[in-house]
């Protein structure tokens, strides 16, 4: 990392006010650097340092209405105020208490979350019906897409062949989904079962109403394994071949290759199985949408808890291992740019890079532990996320972290207790999460509840081992997608792609496999991420639980959006 480019990130930051963590590279930033297998390690710029007055002209000039990798997260202060126990909410007014107290339901059993989800679709219809009877919202004459905050699609700019009703037969609701379940990845795969096992007990139990009759929620799925190319020409089929109502895509690499497509040909592809901010953007792609909490803010939690809780060994020493594609350099980047900006917290900062593909990882972490971390941060997803777990074991690097008072943390995408820490043993004892807010149904503190006991029962019906938590993913990646197309069903027109991602735009739910605290819902323009909170959990290998220790952070509404820059990289 160059002298220039260290106070070209500083530049940025003092110059938006804010610390958001990184937007992983685009498409054109993976080519360059995925077959490199170097390693850098980044210091915090001293005092001492000062851009000459050409620099500092240079970095503007270039950087002019730029972002560069920040944006997609809520501001340091609000995240690290959430981490401290400081809140500024404001208070309620009489009118929103009276709400509030009219969405009170009996969360305890499953009667009382469906009661509610019924009372929330109800109250969502009527003030979108009458926002589209007003004119405000809908589709004008002019051919625009109007919604909340501001929330605009020109459909006039949609193909000639383009329909609101594509995908919607006299029988079926055909939705498309992209996964891996082969490779390295495979394991991701089994989200799609369970979001189809969803689907099918709505179809058996409580279908979708379209013009008065059901219509069976059909799900085709595309094993990709993880390879972008695979997901272009999936897609492809999926648009041309199979005509499919809306698409769902998983990975960050592959969604960055095909959104664009998604978005040109006006096709719905809400809550994408990835938290890359890119999908923050609701501007110039307004049919993409984000479920999980994004890595930016996932990176920018890791440094506040380090602050927070390792104050008598700050500033201390940083070591990730990162997978080397757009979804790790998401939160490479993202915790380097952090760290720059907070040399008090973070003196050095390593990012050790993988190959994807990698059987073993033991060159990676021999690398790592030669750093002599005082906090070890693993950016990686799928099998890697129990490899670095029994690496960093049998390497000597836990007990080396845990001797300093340190700590090591693993993503929020490998919280999974059975695929991820059950079988490290007791090397999993004592490893962080930042968890994004995500319930584990294997987990034992959450599987007595009524909707993880009805997700698990569905399961086992259908012959899907409840014991792997993947399944119930499912469950949380299509609760918010049925409700979304419920809304849209009732609308004046009845479902149809627009009502559908004004539905989604507009939602506003009680997520039952969701930590309760955290704020599950959009707002158009405004706000452009369904999960903007996490808990912070630290692994009990005894009692396989994650113990959730102190608060529930949530910056429900705080997070920039990211309107992602593939040919430079980062957000502008």
């Known amino acids: 990392m160059t002298k220039r480019r260290m106070w070209r990130l500083l530049a940025l930051l003092f110059a938006f006010s804010l610390v958001a963590a990184a937007c992983g590279g685009g498409d054109d930033d993976a080519e360059d650097g995925a077959g490199e297998t170097e390693t850098e390690t ?37 995240i690290e105020a959430a981490v401290a126990g400081e ?25 009382g979350i469906f009661d509610e989800a019924a009372a929330r679709r109800a109250k969502s219809v009527a003030e979108l019906t009458e926002k589209i ?89 595309k094993d990709d394994a993880y390879v972008a190319a695979q997901t272009i020409e999936f897609v492809d089929e999926l648009i041309e071949a199979e005509n499919v109502f809306s698409i ?23 809550f994408v199985m990835t938290g890359h901010p890119a999908w923050g953007d609701p501007v110039n792609h307004p049919w993409t949408t984000i479920m999980q909490m994004s890595y930016s803010t996932e990176s920018i939690l890791w440094g506040a808890w380090i602050r927070e809780n390792l104050a008598d060994l700050l500033p201390v020493r940083v070591a990730g291992l990162v997978m080397d594609n757009d979804f790790g350099l998401a939160y490479e980047l993202g915790f380097e740019e952090w760290a720059h900006a907070n040399p008090d917290v973070v003196s050095e900062y390593k990012p050790v890079r993988h190959d994807p593909a990698a059987p073993t990882l033991t060159n990676e972490m021999t690398t790592i532990l030669a750093f002599e971390p005082d906090v070890f941060i693993s950016m990686t ?30 993503p929020s995408v490998c919280a999974g207790i059975e695929a991820y820490m059950k079988p ?23 599987i007595e509840e009524p909707f993880i006991s009805f997700v698990n029962s569905n399961l086992e019906a259908a ?43 507009s939602i506003d739910i009680y997520h039952p496999m969701i930590l309760d605290g955290i704020t599950t819902q959009f707002n158009g323009n405004a706000d452009a991420y369904f999960i903007e909170g996490s808990q912070f959990s630290k692994f009990d290998a005894a009692g396989q639980t994650w113990d959730i220790i102190g608060e529930v952070v949530d910056v429900n509404g705080r997070s920039s959006n990211c309107a992602w820059d593939k040919d430079n990289g980062g957000c502008r």
């Open 463 to 505: 012959e899907l081992d409840p014991s792997v938590s993947l399944y119930a993913i499912g469950y949380t990646y299509g609760y918010p997608y049925g409700e979304a197309l419920r809304i849209a069903a009732e609308l004046p027109g009845g479902l149809t792609r627009t009502n559908f991602i004004l539905a989604v735009r």
């Open 42 to 78: 980044t210091a915090a710029p001293t005092e001492g340092e000062e851009m000459d007055d050409g620099e500092m002209d240079e970095a503007d000039e270039d950087d002019e209405g730029a972002t560069g990798a920040l944006g997609g997260a809520a501001a340091e202060e609000d």
């Open 381 to 410: 997803a799928g099998n890697p996320c129990l490899l670095a777990i029994q690496e960093a074991g049998q390497s000597g690097l836990y007990d080396d972290i845990n001797a300093k008072g340190g700590v090591l943390f693993t």
């Open 133 to 221: 009877e007003s004119g405000e919202y809908g589709v004008g004459d002019d051919g625009i897409l109007r919604g909340p905050a501001g929330f605009e699609i020109d459909i006039s700019a949609c193909p000639d062949d383009w329909s609101d009703t594509t995908g919607i037969t006299d029988s079926q609701i055909r939705i498309g989904h992209t996964t891996a379940q082969s490779g390295n990845l495979a394991a991701y795969g089994n989200i799609a079962y369970g979001w189809e096992n969803y689907f099918n007990w709505i179809n058996d139990n409580d279908p979708i109403m379209v013009g008065g009759s059901p219509r069976e929620l059909t799900i085709i799925i």
């Open 248 to 270: 769902l895509t998983l990975g960050s690499p592959n969604t960055l290759a095909v959104y664009d497509k998604i978005n040109e040909e006006c096709i719905p592809h809400p």
């Open 87 to 111: 809140t500024d909410d404001e208070e309620m007014t009489d009118e929103e208490m009276m709400e509030e107290e009219e969405m009170m339901f009996d969360r305890s059993t499953l009667e």
């Open 424 to 446: 490290a043993g007791e090397a999993a004892e004592g490893w962080w999460i930042i968890g994004g807010g995500s319930k584990d149904s294997t987990d034992p503190q959450f």
